[in-house]
């Protein structure tokens, strides 16, 4: 399926009027013999068919092409710039899914109470919130107006002198911003599903039955809410792409020099190489994150369960 | 979306009396009447952004004295750096913003119903042959593309941006209305539709179709405020409509660089974003409370 995607997205790609170096800013810094040559060296003077061709041949061989943008190869771009997407990622997701189930499971317990009608609410404008929006209005409050975080980058420059605790402090003190912009708008997400699945479990055949019994009802609950958490799970496979998606917008306001910055640099200075991997490792990693998601669902629930 | 236990208006009545926290759901038309006016008000300010901006969004009244001026009773919402009046700007923003977000909508429920009604009439392989090229379509990232296809162009039209839009936007529309017409194509009176020899087109256009309304209604409203939100961070970053005539995004975008001194520049774009988005939300929540109880995954 990553292999018809990559397809899908260079053809696409390839489709497009211009490239590198029909760009304007490069026209104007180069001359034209130098720009024959160059155009020779990326194969960008061969009929599409045949670029296409190399194109492939150079994927099997796990190369990836020449960033114009970055001027080095695109392993090597992608190999300094995803870990520090990953980072960023994988705590928002892990964050969101904590907090999002936790506050979702208990709303849904208390459908109908003032707490969850204030939560719904407060979850609602949240999930309402444009992911740069949010980022925008973090940085102001908490980066340009009361000065507690830095506005920008992922280290400061006196990171490289200290010791490597500071060194990591520092880090996590870049990374707060970011982090919080992608959580609060998963946590909402996370939120609002969980909390409808474990209302509609809560009116299940064994809930009932729990409750007829005579069980405690703080057992009922975990009861229930290890059936309802099993849309959630899959919910999170379907996170990877929408927090990538935040991850951009986020990346970019906060100078985050991670994958989404790097890529829409790439897509302004037509580093088409670049944009074609970038499609590629996205839509890799949502295959993986609902393939993930469908191992869990294994686990959880033993109905799925095969052999 | 496989619901867990009985689903449904007939469950919802059964559970209703044994249930911990009686449903408080006997007025549920009553919990649509805000979010629905609150759309509508949205509407009018847009159609009316004539009468209600003070000034031309784009009329540059004096450039060196009334650059970006900080809010003030003169000019609400602040000045642009062309001495533009922000507020006018927002209000005409408006139009641009909800006609991109509604058309394109417009056009991906069109492509999803028919793509999805094709796959569970045809079946067989067919439908699985559908139904994996969705799986991988629904794998590409949509930002990307959206921004790799929109910086093709210098400039990105209305129409060009409406249809990006659309074509990217169907595929969850798509696989519910497969999914509803499945489960409808099992009920008695298709089956009775069928005995008799209703065309299956009839079947389709008579029949089925009004059973979708509902998915459909709450996919419009939340895929509006999706929408509206998407095409905001593409103006934003530069990668949207680019006329004289603002969108949200637009106005933010000409307030990137100066987001610290200029903060009305993104600040009240941003919040009338959030405005529309979050009415466009709570409308398709409250539709899908009153109508679809089963999950519709935004």
Known sequence: MVFVAATAASVLIRTAPGDALTDEGTIGRMPAAVRATRRVQLGLDLPPAQQYVRRLRAYSRGDLGWSTSEERPVNEVLRERIPRTLWLMSLALAASLLMGIALGAWQGAHVGSRGDRAWSFVSLVLFSFPEFWIAIVLMLLFASWLGWFPTMGMTSDIAFESSSMRALLDRAHHLVLPWLSLTLIGTAYVARFQRAAMRDVFGAPFVQTARGKGLAEAAVRRHALRAALLPVIALGGMLVPSLFAGAVFVESIFAWPGMGLALLNATQGRDYDLVGAGIIVVSAMTVAGSFAAELLREVADPRTRRG | ?298
């Not at chain 2, 059973?211 to 905001?232: K, M």
């Not at chain 2, 933010?252 to 200029?262: A, I, L």
């Open chain 2, 1 to 298: 979306m496989a619901a867990l236990g009985p689903t449904g208006r007939n469950a919802e009545l059964a559970r209703a009396p044994l249930s911990a926290a009686p449903s408080k759901r006997p007025h549920t038309h009553r919990a649509l009447r805000t979010p629905l006016a609150l759309t509508l008000l949205l509407v009018l300010v847009a159609l009316a952004a004539p009468i209600l901006a003070p000034a031309s969004p784009i009329a540059q009244p004096d450039i060196v004295a009334q650059r970006s001026l900080p809010p003030s009773f003169a000019h609400l919402f602040g000045t642009d750096s062309y001495s533009r009046d922000v507020y006018a700007r927002v209000l005409y923003g408006a139009r641009v913003s909800l006609s991109v977000a509604s058309l394109s909508v417009a056009i991906a429920l069109l492509l999803g119903t028919c793509y999805g009604a094709i796959a569970a009439f045809a079946g067989g392989t067919v439908d699985r042959v559908l139904m994996r090229t969705l799986d991988v379509l629904l794998a590409l990232p949509r930002l990307l593309l959206l921004l790799a296809l929109s910086s093709f162009r210098d400039e990105v039209p209305f129409t060009y941006l409406v249809i990006l839009l659309g074509f990217t936007g169907w595929y969850g529309v798509a696989r519910n209305v497969r999914s509803e017409i499945q489960s409808q194509l099992t009920r008695d009176y298709l089956h009775a539709a069928r005995a008799t020899g209703v065309p299956r087109i009839r079947m389709l256009t008579r029949h089925i179709l009004p059973h979708l309304i509902p998915v459909l209604a709450v996919y419009a409203s939340l895929g509006v405020a999706q929408t509206i939100a998407l095409e905001a961070g593409l103006s934003y970053l530069g990668f949207g409509v680019r006329a004289p005539n603002p969108s949200w995004g637009t106005i933010m975008h000409d307030g990137f660089s100066v987001v610290r001194d200029q903060w009305w520049l993104t600040v009240f774009p941003g919040l009338a974003t959030l405005l529309a988005v979050l009415v466009c939300n709570w409308l398709g929540d409250a539709l899908r409370d009153a109508f679809a109880p089963e999950q519709v995954p935004a």
